[in-house]
C-alpha cells in the first residue's frame, strides 16, 4: 500500500500573516492582481479553502496581475495546466492526490527549483512534499453570504487600496 502524503504537521511556518476582506469574485480577483508582483520571481503559492472558496478566482487575479493574458480555470482533471509567461505559471489541483505515487506521478517535482511559479490548490493533501519557503493563502467564508476572508501566510505585503 502507498504511504500517505497528509502530514499531520502545522500549516502555518511563518508569523508573517495579511488578512484581507472580499465581497465578490471581482474583489477577490483585485486583490490577488496587487499582490501579484510579490511573485514575480516564481516560488511556491498553497491554496487551502473548501470548494467555492474562491481559491480559483484569487488564481486568475495572480496571473492577470502578472501581466499573463491565458485563460484560468481550475485543473480538477488535468492536474496542472501550464500559463506559461514570466515567470513561468503552473496551476495544480492536488484534490485527487493522496499518496506519494500519486504525487510522483503528476511529475510535480519536475517543475520545482526553476524560477516558475507554481500554484497550489488542495495543498494539504500534499503538505509534506511542500518546500520552507512556501506561501500559504487560506480563503474561508466570511459573515456575509459572498464575504470571503483571504489570509497570506508567509510574505508580507504593503497594498495600497486594499482593506486590511
Request: charged share 25%.
Amino acid at each position: 500500500m502507498p504511504k500517505q502524503l497528509i502530514s499531520k504537521r502545522s500549516l502555518i511556518k511563518s508569523d508573517v500573516m495579511r488578512e484581507f476582506f472580499s465581497n465578490s469574485e471581482k474583489e477577490t480577483e483585485i486583490i490577488a492582481e496587487k499582490v501579484a508582483k510579490d511573485f514575480s520571481n516564481g516560488g511556491v503559492v498553497a491554496f487551502r479553502g473548501g470548494m467555492g472558496m474562491g481559491k480559483t478566482a484569487f488564481i486568475r487575479g495572480l496571473v492577470r496581475g502578472l501581466n499573463n493574458s491565458s485563460f484560468v480555470s481550475s485543473p480538477t482533471f488535468a492536474i496542472v495546466n501550464d500559463y506559461g509567461g514570466k515567470p513561468h505559471v503552473f496551476h495544480f489541483d492536488m484534490y485527487r492526490v493522496n499518496t506519494w505515487d500519486d504525487l510522483y506521478s503528476t511529475g510535480f517535482f519536475d517543475y520545482m527549483d526553476n524560477g516558475s511559479l507554481l500554484l497550489i490548490e488542495w495543498s494539504e493533501n500534499i503538505e509534506e512534499a511542500l518546500p520552507e519557503e512556501t506561501v500559504y493563502i487560506e480563503i474561508e467564508k466570511g459573515e456575509a453570504e459572498n464575504q470571503r476572508i483571504i489570509r497570506i501566510y508567509g510574505k508580507d505585503f504593503s497594498l495600497e487600496g486594499i482593506r486590511n
